[in-house]
């Protein structure tokens, strides 16, 4: 495991330099202070030599001065070096999720993923910065005080290294079932999490739609078993806690009942003693550490395999450097297959060509391949036979980050940032044109709606655009994509929640900006793709028809009675 988690301490070496030399400072003072205390009383004050104690004092003012400094240092390294480990794991981990096909992101759950963006993360990088200066700090004074204590008097040193011994065996012991019921508390934690997450994240359909009462009573039923599995984890722990305490206090009162007598017999001095008992106070205090971070560490292991899993799954788009020249546009399905599953077959040998500058448009019933044709577009699939060609070049020699950048996907099912207006609409443009963004809201039918508010658009709306209506959620998602000027946009189902005067006046917007980029429309509502200049009829998989409006119509085919039913 140790191994397995230094590959992310990277770039942070000089900062652990640091580290050891406050740590040097501060285990000195540990291990020196007992020492003046035994001179104090064995040499100076049995001598009556005032000026001997004076200086042994100052020394030790000096000691606990530097500790504290080195204390203080120590904090803040430590801190820098957990943000550092942090943004660089949460990095990898954001970027392989960006990067997983679809297949991940149909089973993928949302609980599952935060925790391990969030807390897994935050456990590694705790073990790899304040555990290891405990870690750190707590070796160097078994040790070092392991040596003072033979120095001091080798005799008893004997019994502390026998408690040693056992304590490891202890550990050994208990560790294994730490490690298994942290992996139960876990796994138990996150089934909790996401009936509290499906609520709080649809709060208003769960009210409107009458399921309070059956959701309080999953949660409740999850609750109770956290609860058993959390009592169990805390025993198991305390177990071992409890364990490590009682030893401890077996050798302090061996080495005080036997110390005493050694000063009794005169081979030892009281000095001495009372240094061997600081001594061994003090290194009750690393053991008992040690023994929490054993603890610590079950969990770390648990939180280091969650994340080199999701780092490592074959879930990944096969991604290559190749990348798409500056004007692009057509696009080909050359007898395309696809099924989500291997004995669902969504698609069906479908071929057709899209030409720069036209509209196309797609119908059918759900469940007929639209929105699938879109997704293998986007590179999302890749399993699929048949071949798909952007200018002449198959995507799956193409860069998919350069690909996604150039294509606008605007869906029914919109996301906006807990953000402004402004900030929705330019998202990571560095240098945004605030001309472009007015222009672009203007030909979404949302200008005088911003016009309107106190704050215009550095208006804030909210998580997910909550204190948007339906309508003004596509109506920014629309002004979003017009703001983007993508080479080939999509809509999908994008204007389903206008009315159909906003819907006819959006529409002819877009299309007379978009005239000479590729358009691409999916649709239930036939009314919005009239226009279209090409038109392609899916039913169970496959193109049934193609042609424009009012030659589907003269067929008498699909489009037809698609048509017919909606008038």
């Not at 999850?222 to 401890?248: L, Q």
Request: glycine share 6%.
């Amino acid at each position: 495991m140790y191994k397995r988690m230094l590959k992310y301490t990277k770039g942070n070496m000089k900062w652990y330099f640091f580290l050891i030399v406050c740590l040097g400072i501060k285990s000195a003072e540990a291990l020196i202070a007992p020492l003046i205390v035994s001179k104090i009383i064995d040499q100076s004050i049995s001598k009556g030599d005032i000026a001997a104690i004076i200086q042994y004092s100052i020394a030790s003012v000096v000691l606990y001065l530097s500790a504290a400094v080195s204390i203080i240092l120590s904090q803040g390294i430590t801190t820098k070096i957990e943000r550092k480990i942090t943004l660089n794991i949460r990095k990898k981990c954001v970027a392989s999720c960006l990067k997983k096909n679809g297949n991940f992101y149909t089973h993928a759950k949302s609980s599952d993923m935060l925790t391990i963006l969030m807390q897994d993360i935050e456990n590694v990088s705790g073990m790899l910065s304040r555990e290891v200066i405990s870690v750190g700090y707590d070796i160097i004074m078994i040790v070092g005080i392991s040596v003072f204590l033979i120095y001091t008097y080798w005799k008893l040193s004997i019994i502390v290294f026998t408690i040693l011994v056992l304590l490891i065996f202890v550990q050994k012991k208990l560790n294994a079932r730490i490690e298994r019921t942290t992996e139960e508390s876990r796994n138990s934690a996150i089934q909790l999490q996401r009936p509290i997450q499906e609520m709080v994240t649809n709060l208003l359909s769960f009210i409107m739609g009458n399921m309070g009462s059956f959701q309080e009573k999953k949660i409740q039923m999850r609750e109770e078993n956290f609860a058993k599995i959390k009592i169990k984890t805390a025993v198991t722990i305390s177990e071992f806690s409890a364990t490590i305490s009682f030893i401890s206090g077996v050798l302090v009162v061996m080495i005080i009942g036997l110390g005493s007598i050694q000063v009794i017999k005169g081979e030892m001095t009281v000095g001495v003693l009372l240094a061997f008992e600081i001594y061994t106070q003090r290194l009750l205090s690393p053991l008992s550490d040690l023994a929490n971070i054993s603890a610590d560490l079950s969990v770390v292991n648990v939180s280091l395999k969650r994340i080199e899993k999701f780092l490592n799954e074959e879930n990944y788009i096969n991604n290559s450097v190749e990348i798409l020249p500056k004007k692009i546009g057509d696009i080909v399905f050359d007898r395309v297959s696809f099924g989500y599953k291997e004995d669902l077959e969504i698609l069906d040998r479908v071929s057709f060509e899209i030409k720069k500058g036209k509209i196309h448009a797609f119908v059918g019933e759900s469940g007929a391949g639209k929105s699938t044709i879109v997704n293998l577009l986007y590179g999302l699939w890749q399993n699929y036979s048949g071949n798909i060609f952007i200018d002449g070049k198959d995507i799956k020699n193409l860069s998919i980050e350069n690909v996604r950048k150039r294509i606008s996907v605007v869906s029914q099912n919109i996301f906006l940032l807990d953000d402004s207006i402004l900030n929705n609409i330019i998202l990571d443009d560095p240098f945004p044109d605030l001309n472009r963004v007015e222009e672009a809201l203007i030909r979404a039918s949302m200008w005088k709606y911003v016009q309107d508010l106190e704050f215009g658009w550095d208006t804030n709306i909210g998580e997910n655009g909550i204190c948007l209506s339906g309508g003004e959620k596509q109506r920014m998602a629309i002004a979003r994509a017009i703001y983007k000027n993508p080479e080939i946009i999509i809509f999908d189902e994008a204007t389903s929640m206008l009315d159909n005067e906003t819907e006819n006046e959006i529409v002819q917007q877009v299309l007379t900006l978009f005239k000479n980029n590729t358009v691409i429309m999916i649709a239930h509502r036939l009314t919005t793709i009239r226009n279209a200049d090409k038109i392609f009829v899916l039913n169970h998989g496959k193109i049934v028809e193609e042609g424009t409006h009012e030659m589907l119509l003269e067929q008498k085919g699909n489009y037809y009675n698609l048509y017919c039913y909606q008038i």
